[in-house]
């Protein structure tokens, strides 16, 4: 009986990093099935291209919000049950959307879809807290991918079963994919019924997504309102006021949703910043790519591609970010940790140059998103290293969700970004913009990649040196980065600084 107990433990161990991997995957590309569909849900519920864009909408507004209570709560005793109540929540959602009873309802089940983007990140706080030595490195690299690698997967594959059997199949197939995330769940997440309880901060949580949801509402509707408009203007200002209100409360409470504090250490401001502005950079030339790409040629430009052909062409990002994860271990240890973040954000840049002085062929385009893929891959790998080498490790799960929301906020900045440049270079009576609109498109992502790679310099070199980690010593990008490359840090600090072993929890295995 005890050894068939031990196989089993053993068993769900090394079932582990595949299932939260899984989980990642699967959220992402949920989170995508929205996006290249927009069109066609229009047709089949007869509503407005700018309503149905609310399908895609949605999701990132409950994401952002979901994401820092779930990372709060799963700091707690209660992290397996919040994984598989997300799981759980999604799988509804999936179901709601797949059914026919209108508009309404689909932008329901997205909006519970939404709750699941808070799952990766408590991911990468089970791989940190029960997966040891090695496996728990590279884990971290891959999950921190699943977001940016699962979003090019889905693409592609959403729109060609939409193509083929009509939208609702779509979410049936994502109704699917949740049903096997959630049973592989129950199976194989560990109980973390010995961590400590701490309160959930009710009025940081309501600041922070009345203020992240007014301003993702500002940057997904400034198009349509205009810009300018007064309503408009007012919601901003409003949702500006109240993230203000929010970071001062979170300074001042005893248990606050996300400890602001932590970006007074170096490396946790530099992940952030670089996970804001690259998310900007990031979906700013994935929307260029897949709407010049539909174009139709009697435009001047694009290919008049289907919606398939357009998700494949974000296929080579995909695939590009994942290999990232064998590639940025092994740079870091010839180059140092604190190299991979401009790195990558170089050859982002890179990418958006080939794509303003080259697309005039389609497969220049492939080119573009496997260099786009490695660029972000490189930048969105080492950050979940950085971070839990910063923080104590019962902050873990807060930190990473926050940076992991700076993300969702920098997504849809970048996706309004592009749709105000193509509507400022759209002529009056004119459906489509003007191809000198890509270029300028372009230059603006160009300056979005080498704004974040300064900042990638710049921001751990400031000043005084070292923001001093949770121990009290100093935590540099040596010792943050060695919970990635998985070599001691040159500072003397311990790889994770966290408290006990920082790695695994109390009674995890060894």
Known sequence: MRASAVTDASGRQRALVPVLVFLGTVVAVISSLGAPMIPTIAAVDHVSLSDAQWSLTVTMLVGAVATPVMGRLGDGPHRRTVML?????????SVLA?????????????????????LTPLAIATARNSVPGERSRSALSILSLTTVAGVGLGYPLTGLIAQSLGVHAAFWFGAAISAAALTAGILVLPPTAHRPARPLDLLGACLLGLGLGGLLLT???????????????????????????????ELRTAHPLIDLRSLRNRVVLTADVAGLVAGV???????????????????????????????LALLPFSVAS????????????????????????????????????????????????????????????????LIVGAVPAHETGSAISFNQVLRYVGYSTGSALSGAVLQAHTPAGHTLPTGDAYGAAALIGCAVWAVVGAATIVLPRRGSAVAAGPSGRPAGPDAAGAAFTGERPRT???????????????????
């Open 219 to 249: 940057l997904s509707e400034g198009e349509a309102w205009g810009w300018t408009s007064p309503g408009l203007v007012l919601l901003a200002t409003g949702s500006v006021l109240l993230l203000l209100w929010w970071a001062r409360h």
């Open 322 to 385: 994942i290999m990232t994860s064998r590639i940025a271990p092994h740079l870091a240890r010839r180059t140092g940790t604190a190299a991979i973040l401009p790195t990558g954000c170089a050859v982002s840049l890179v990418a958006t140059l080939a794509f303003l002085f080259g697309r005039d062929r389609l497969w220049e385009l492939f080119i573009v998103m496997g260099l786009a893929g490695l660029g972000v891959g490189l930048t969105f790998a080492v950050m979940p290293g």
């Open 98 to 118: 797949a059914l026919p009873l209108g508009f309404g309802a689909l932008v329901t089940g997205r909006a519970l879809q939404g709750v699941g983007l808070g």
């Open 281 to 311: 950079g990031m979906y700013l030339l994935m929307s260029l790519v897949t709407r010049f790409v539909q174009t139709p040629p009697a435009a001047g430009y694009g290919f008049g591609a289907s919606v398939t052909v357009a998700g």
């Open 85 to 93: 109540a997300a799981a759980a929540t999604v799988l509804a959602g």
């Open 492 to 510: 003397g600090v311990r790889a994770t600084g966290g408290e006990g072993d920082g790695v695994r929890e109390e009674g995890a295995p060894a």
